[in-house]
């Protein structure tokens, strides 16, 4: 199953570190490193399935020689405590192709940190088959063909490291959606999710112990905290079954016994728990059998989802009976541009039209072109357009503005009910925009779907 793990550090030379060694280790790599003199061989090391370095389109040439690029960026430090490069290290879905987990990375790493200027040297290791793992080097200084320049402080903003984890979550998702698997990950904490279960503690051990292994007392102390943790996750499950059941369901909407046994492997202490635990679940009212064909085996979702999937159809139906009150000006007669096909003139006729719910699917590069118009079009009319849902109490929704958000095929079952929830209370107009291509290779995973038919 396909969880959530990112974390962000910085080497420096206070710590110990050797970025040279750093990134010899990572690709699994023999390099010299100029600064101390030495040699580091990594080259047998096992489980690195692919190392390549991405850098901007105007980067130097020598930024893709790994030795040469992290011995530049050690002799650009001069302090004894200097700060060396930014460490990722980011777990990639089980569930994609290694074809396909590769063009996730890059497409994340491409985006989020060498658009902005960042040379990347990345590395996808998998020393068990069930953990295949991204680490990345960041360089924290940008370079030219006679080196690095200054430290780049805006890359350390404190917002960053919040906006790459939600990033690498949504991304993932897009690319688990195009490959046709109905799950997402999440990067909010437990609590944040509302789920009742405590996270479970690393080990810092990445393979399976034998057994009557003896292990160091610090290790022991955190296996010891992990199976309590996990005790504990088990007989709240069993307690409760909805929290197991609530949890699932908000990773994938629809899951198998076999799905659910592998949720709980993690989350109990042993296989007479993980029974019990399991169940406690089958008996719940809360958990809901699909109908199903075939010989596929039978899958569930829980009634929680289902009773979200009808309270959004119904604001959504209620937004679109209901009529704006802002008046119509001689600006609502503006010609529309000429290149605009004609499906895109009729999207165009939809959304601006009475009623407050509309939901449409265009592709991106007709987006760009449609937002601006309407935009145009509202303001025109005296209305406030909101880009996005509002975060902030200066803009909260009020009575007859436009709440327009792009990307709505990736909002998930009970965010986009928030939404329409706060439309509906706030008596607005709210505009669904999804990316049709994306929106198709979705499938039935986006509630968009749902949606579309709603105040045509």
Same mark, same amino acid.
């Given at each position: 199953?396909?969880?959530?793990?990112?974390?962000?550090?910085?080497?420096?030379?206070?710590?110990?570190?050797?970025?040279?060694?750093?990134?010899?280790?990572?690709?699994?790599?023999?390099?010299?490193?100029?600064?101390?003199?030495?040699?580091?061989?990594?080259?047998?090391?096992?489980?690195?399935?692919?190392?390549?370095?991405?850098?901007?389109?105007?980067?130097?040439?020598?930024?893709?020689?790994?030795?040469?690029?992290?011995?530049?960026?050690?002799?650009?430090?001069?302090?004894?405590?200097?700060?060396?490069?930014?460490?990722?290290?980011?777990?990639?879905?089980?569930?994609?192709?290694?074809?396909?987990?590769?063009?996730?990375?890059?497409?994340?790493?491409?985006?989020?940190?060498?658009?902005?200027?960042?040379?990347?040297?990345?590395?996808?290791?998998?020393?068990?088959?069930?953990?295949?793992?991204?680490?990345?080097?960041?360089?924290?200084?940008?370079?030219?063909?006679?080196?690095?320049?200054?430290?780049?402080?805006?890359?350390?903003?404190?917002?960053?490291?919040?906006?790459?984890?939600?990033?690498?979550?949504?991304?993932?998702?897009?690319?688990?959606?195009?490959?046709?698997?109905?799950?997402?990950?999440?990067?909010?904490?437990?609590?944040?999710?509302?789920?009742?279960?405590?996270?479970?503690?690393?080990?810092?051990?990445?393979?399976?112990?034998?057994?009557?292994?003896?292990?160091?007392?610090?290790?022991?102390?955190?296996?010891?905290?992990?199976?309590?943790?996990?005790?504990?996750?088990?007989?709240?499950?069993?307690?409760?079954?909805?929290?197991?059941?609530?949890?699932?369901?908000?990773?994938?909407?629809?899951?198998?016994?076999?799905?659910?046994?592998?949720?709980? *492997?993690?989350?109990?202490?042993? #296989?007479?728990?993980?029974?019990?635990? @399991?169940?406690? /679940?089958? !008996?719940? %009212? =809360?958990?809901?059998?699909?109908?199903?064909?075939?010989?596929?085996?039978?899958?569930?979702?829980?009634?929680?989802?289902?009773?979200?999937?009808?309270?959004?159809?119904?604001?959504?139906?209620?937004?679109?009976?209901?009529?704006?009150?802002?008046?119509?000006?001689?600006?609502?007669?503006?010609?529309?541009?000429?290149?605009?096909?004609?499906?895109?003139?009729?999207?165009?006729?939809?959304?601006?039209?009475?009623?407050?719910?509309?939901?449409?699917?265009?592709?991106?590069?007709?987006?760009?072109?449609?937002?601006?118009?309407?935009?145009?079009?509202?303001?025109?009319?005296?209305?406030?357009?909101?880009?996005?849902?509002?975060?902030?109490?200066?803009?909260?929704?009020?009575?007859?503005?436009? *709440?327009?958000?792009?990307?709505? #095929?990736?909002?998930?079952?009970?965010? @986009?009910?928030? /939404?329409? !929830?706060? %439309? =509906?209370?706030?008596?607005?107009?709210?505009?669904?925009?999804?990316?049709?291509?994306?929106?198709?290779?979705?499938?039935?995973?986006?509630?968009?779907?749902?949606?579309?038919?709603?105040?045509?």
């Amino acid at each position: 199953m396909a969880i959530y793990h990112f974390t962000v550090s910085v080497l420096s030379r206070a710590r110990g570190h050797r970025i040279v060694a750093s990134a010899a280790a990572q690709a699994a790599a023999k390099l010299r490193d100029d600064y101390y003199g030495i040699v580091h061989n990594h080259a047998r090391r096992p489980g690195v399935e692919l190392a390549e370095i991405l850098a901007p389109d105007d980067a130097p040439t020598w930024v893709y020689d790994r030795e040469q690029l992290w011995n530049r960026v050690e002799a650009a430090e001069r302090r004894k405590d200097a700060q060396l490069a930014r460490a990722l290290e980011i777990s990639l879905p089980l569930e994609l192709t290694q074809d396909e987990r590769v063009h996730l990375l890059r497409d994340f790493i491409r985006t989020q940190f060498v658009a902005q200027g960042m040379i990347a040297d990345i590395a996808i290791r998998r020393t068990r088959l069930d953990n295949p793992n991204a680490h990345v080097l960041l360089t924290l200084r940008a370079a030219s063909a006679t080196g690095f320049g200054p430290k780049m402080r805006q890359w350390n903003g404190k917002g960053n490291l919040l906006s790459w984890r939600a990033a690498w979550a949504d991304q993932a998702n897009v690319h688990l959606a195009r490959a046709g698997h109905r799950l997402r990950i999440d990067h909010r904490s437990l609590e944040a999710q509302q789920i009742e279960l405590t996270p479970a503690r690393k080990t810092g051990v990445g393979r399976p112990l034998r057994q009557a292994e003896t292990l160091p007392e610090h290790l022991q102390a955190r296996f010891d905290e992990q199976r309590r943790i996990a005790q504990s996750n088990g007989a709240s499950i069993i307690e409760d079954p909805t929290i197991a059941i609530r949890a699932l369901a908000h990773q994938r909407h629809r899951f198998t016994q076999e799905q659910l046994s592998h949720f709980l *492997l993690s989350r109990t202490d042993g #296989e007479a728990q993980q029974q019990a635990a @399991l169940s406690a /679940i089958m !008996a719940c %009212a =809360e958990l809901v059998a699909l109908r199903h064909s075939g010989d596929l085996p039978a899958q569930y979702t829980s009634r929680d989802l289902i009773e979200a999937e009808k309270s959004l159809l119904r604001r959504a139906h209620t937004l679109a009976a209901r009529r704006s009150s802002a008046a119509a000006t001689p600006q609502d007669a503006a010609p529309l541009p000429s290149s605009w096909s004609a499906a895109l003139r009729e999207t165009y006729a939809y959304i601006v039209s009475e009623g407050d719910f509309k939901a449409a699917a265009v592709v991106g590069e007709e987006q760009a072109e449609l937002l601006p118009v309407m935009l145009a079009r509202w303001t025109g009319r005296g209305r406030r357009v909101l880009d996005g849902m509002p975060r902030t109490d200066q803009q909260a929704l009020a009575k007859d503005d436009v *709440l327009v958000i792009a990307g709505a #095929e990736l909002i998930d079952l009970k965010s @986009l009910e928030k /939404i329409l !929830a706060a %439309a =509906e209370r706030a008596r607005a107009k709210l505009v669904l925009l999804a990316d049709d291509l994306q929106l198709k290779a979705m499938g039935a995973m986006s509630p968009m779907h749902d949606l579309m038919g709603v105040g045509r």
